[in-house]
């Protein structure tokens, strides 16, 4: 089955600076592959997602690079804002129909105004 | 928000006991999963659902059992509560083929 791999498990970044979030998967059939935000003690929402026909997609300060040869992905956040601090979950899902969604470990994420 | 629910919201029950999670959903989605929350494990995968009466065991299926007997409503059960089976528990639905996963709230489950 999938296999996903998110690192680091923790980010600490000055506000201002760029974040990066970096996940590997292991079937090479999955082709979707969204971002979720989680903050403490509420729902995790997605954030941006990404399909495997494109290399990259952004919106506004956060974009999300897809490397299908090598089969990993990444999330990057500019200009970090206080606002910004959550767990951030990666996840890849598989295209034979049943939609498998499998997550990564995740990465607390924390802006030091 | 997508129109998915989750009951009860917490509940303390005692080993060996049987316990029923509920996710109820209004859209109509024919996806529906099962997850645990776990500091340090992030969302694990229990049971998925790809329509009425099917479903497929996800990584961490032990110990669990689920019933999705029509459309809107998918069931977790665990048989007989273990203390490792203490977590928060979301349900997800989505709609399609690389569509968006919604979340429920979330249930805290405590097993003493």
């Known amino acids: 089955g999938e296999n996903v791999e998110q690192h680091p498990s923790t980010l600490s970044v000055q506000e201002g600076d760029s974040a990066v979030i970096k996940c590997t998967y292991s079937?090479?059939?999955?082709?979707?592959f969204p971002w979720y935000k989680q903050e403490l003690g509420k729902r995790p929402q997605l954030i941006i997602d990404?399909?495997?026909?494109?290399g990259e997609k952004k919106d506004q300060r956060i974009a999300v690079t897809l490397n299908k040869t090598a089969k990993h992905f990444s999330l990057h956040i500019t200009e970090t804002q206080p606002e910004d601090s959550a767990v951030y979950f990666c996840a890849a899902r598989d295209n034979f129909g049943n939609e498998k969604l499998t997550f990564g470990t995740g990465t607390r994420l924390t802006i030091i105004p | 928000d997508a129109g998915i629910t989750q009951s009860p919201r917490h509940k303390v029950t005692e080993t060996g006991t049987p316990v029923t999670l509920r996710c109820h959903q209004t859209?109509?989605?024919?996806?529906m999963y099962w997850y645990r929350q776990d500091p340090g494990h992030g969302l694990r995968l229990i049971h998925y659902?790809?329509?009425?009466?099917?479903?497929d065991k996800g990584e961490v299926s032990d110990g669990y059992s689920v019933s999705r007997s029509k459309t809107e409503d998918f069931l977790l059960t665990l048989e007989s509560a273990t203390s490792s089976q203490t977590s928060v528990y979301f349900c997800?639905?989505?709609?399609?083929?690389?569509?968006?996963?919604?979340f429920g709230q979330g249930t805290r489950l405590t097993v003493v």
């Open positions: 659902s790809y329509g009425v009466k099917d479903t």
């Open positions: 859209e109509n989605h024919r996806y």
């Open positions: 990404i399909r495997s026909n494109v």
């Open positions: 079937d090479s059939a999955s082709n979707y």
């Open positions: 997800a639905i989505s709609g399609g083929i690389g569509t968006e996963a919604f």
